[in-house]
């Protein structure tokens, strides 16, 4: 690495750390609550706009239900915790659902839940991102004005901290949602004061406009399937639960304890945000509608289309706390600040759940290895990558964004606690203890219950978003599942090609012969030292070959190679058509044909220069033959390097730049420190 690319890469991520050092990355439940449960927690600040979006197409009439559809939203949200709460304990290696579901239901539900998992958490960030670049976007137009421009730098931001490592992100991302959670909590009790203690008339700002319904009188099947999609909407709250099962390696012992307690303090808290928002909006009377420049009216005209449709949140914050408080602002920042970071969620559990699919050979190897700041590197950078394609594609509109949403979480909801109930089902078998099976029996109805419910709403997603844009999901979760199903057999394919046999095969019996060709152009210090190397071998015939593409060039270097007096023949191959590779590839072809039994060593002299651009500027027949060369069974290719002045002097820069340090780098400790060989007095 050179020093100017070193450099940036410590400022931007810091000092490289040892993998000695992986336990101090463990993280308390203070920490781990907003690293892991960002995105739940976030969610309220959204998820009540989304409900009061699908029931303003009834008409306000149809507000009234929002309370009953928090509350299943809410009975939900506990029987997923409680579920969860098995996983941790049941599985505390960091598996999550997959792990569940590969254990207990087989491969393809294991990867049936990877494929829905990814593509929910690449949806995570694209979602958080969105609905915060609107939120900040709102009190600033530049913002919105180029909101995809924006949320790109927003990801490229978040995946520079992320890369930094979990611990040290997690500090940066504590504070803002401790402050979120608080202002959220205080504005609930402060607002239920001013309602039912003082009697104060508290107004959002819609509070006077009027909702032009879409189709009013709604009844049976069709007001059940408004609420059945708004419900589904609702349950946006609960995407990234799953991750705190995904993630309890990262706690500190006792992981499963610290993971359980974490997941309780989470669904406590985000139900009773997401419940006092839902209230506080019904008692200021906020409307909301999906295509607000038509749909809501002003004196019973349409707000047209320079109109801003502010969140829920942001609508409740201004009536209780006032138009420009300095409460109203803090909560504001916070939100805003805590829908950025809620992508942190995605940030932790696509990287590992990438790091054990690929340590189970269904994703590249390069997934598992750790980076610098012993952060899964390349996980993080492959969800920003995706992450920034939807952005573009959906224009960061997250109204378009959350169709999406929700289908996959579900999907692995619901096979996940299947996955659990056989999983008590074949520890029961064996268990005579019978306090372990109360508590095993306990344990099996409540996650039969949980995959019972999660399955229902599965169905009502499916049902109700199918048409707005959760196919987009199911398309990317069979993408997924087809290219991992696809990497695991190139990976077994390869594995049971290599395994090496217990008694003896072709490979390991030695070749009959080896003949040794030496390719030259021209006689010059790499091609004495190529043929210097190639007698240093004592193959069992030795020649040297040359392609002839111009007349006078093989004439001028069969006259020096006569002159010289070289004792390696030198062979002439006929090329009409200038080509040099081809040649070479089928003479050495023909090697084999005449004894398959035989090894062919090509020896290629090649010279070493110092500078990138240098390359530009020879041709790189060498590198071409070399390529086409390992494809040709029996084969073997030696490169004999000579390098030049340029690459010794390349040499000398790169040895100055191991006596320099990085500011912050700990790879191989200070130069003054490094251990030194010792050195012989005599010479």
Known sequence: MSKLTDVPKRILIGRALRSDRLGETLLPKRIALPVFASDPLSSVAYAPGEVLLVLSIAGVSAYHFSPWIAVAVVVLMFTVVASYRQNVHAYPSGGGDYEVANTNLGPKAGLTVASALLVDYVLTVAVSIASGIENLGSAIPFVIEHKVLCAIAVIVLLTLMNLRGVKESGKLFAIPTYVFVTGVFLMIAWGA??????????????????????????????????????????????????????????????????????????????????????????????????????????????????????????????????????????????????????????????????????????????????????????????????????????????????????????????????????????????????????????????NAFGAFFTGLVLVVVLGTKFTHGAWVALLGMVIFYATMSAIRKHYDRVAEEIAAPEGPSDDSVRPSRVHSVVLISRIHRPTLRALAYAKLMRSDSLEALSVNVDAAETKALRDEWERRGFTVPLKILDSPYREVTRPVIEYVKGLRRESPRDVVSVIIPEYVVGHWYEHLLHNQSALRLKGRLLFTPGVMVTSVPYQLESSELAKKRARKRQEWTAPGSVRRGPAAERHKEPTDPKN
């Not at 997941?263 to 406590?268: D, F, K, R």
């Not at 006032?322 to 992508?343: E, H, M, N």
């Not at 089902?425 to 306990?442: C, F, G, I, Q, S």
Request: charged share 15%; with cysteine; aromatic share 8%.
């Open 193 to 446: 004061f001013r309602g039912i203690v003082l009697g104060d008339t508290m107004k959002a700002p819609t509070a006077d406009l009027e909702i032009k319904a879409e189709h009013q009188g709604l009844a049976g099947f069709a007001l059940v399937f408004l609420l059945l999609r708004a419900f589904s909407s609702g349950c946006a709250a609960l995407t990234g639960v799953e991750a705190i099962s995904n993630g309890v390696p990262a706690f500190r012992k006792p992981k499963s304890k610290n993971a359980a307690s974490t997941l309780a303090a989470m669904g406590l808290l985000a139900v009773t945000m997401f419940c006092g928002i839902i209230a506080l909006a019904m008692a200021t009377k906020v409307r909301m509608a999906e295509n607000p420049a038509h749909d809501l009216l002003e004196n019973g005209a349409a707000v047209g289309a320079d109109y801003v449709q502010n969140p829920v949140i942001s609508q409740v914050a201004e009536a209780v706390f006032g138009d420009g408080s300095f409460l109203f602002i803090v909560l504001a920042a916070a939100t805003a600040l805590v829908l950025f970071l809620a992508a942190n969620t995605a940030y932790n559990g696509f990287p590992l759940l990438g790091s054990i699919l690929a340590q189970d050979r269904y994703l590249p190897r390069q997934l598992h290895t750790r980076g610098d700041r012993l952060a899964f590197s390349n996980g993080i950078v492959l969800l920003a990558g995706a992450a920034i394609l939807l952005i573009w594609i959906y224009g960061a509109d997250s109204t378009r964004l959350i169709q999406l949403y929700i289908v996959g979480v579900f999907v692995s909801f619901t096979l996940s606690q299947t996955g659990m109930v056989r999983h008590w089902n074949r520890h029961l078998a064996t268990e005579k203890d019978p306090a372990k099976r109360r508590r095993m029996v306990r344990s099996r109805a409540i």
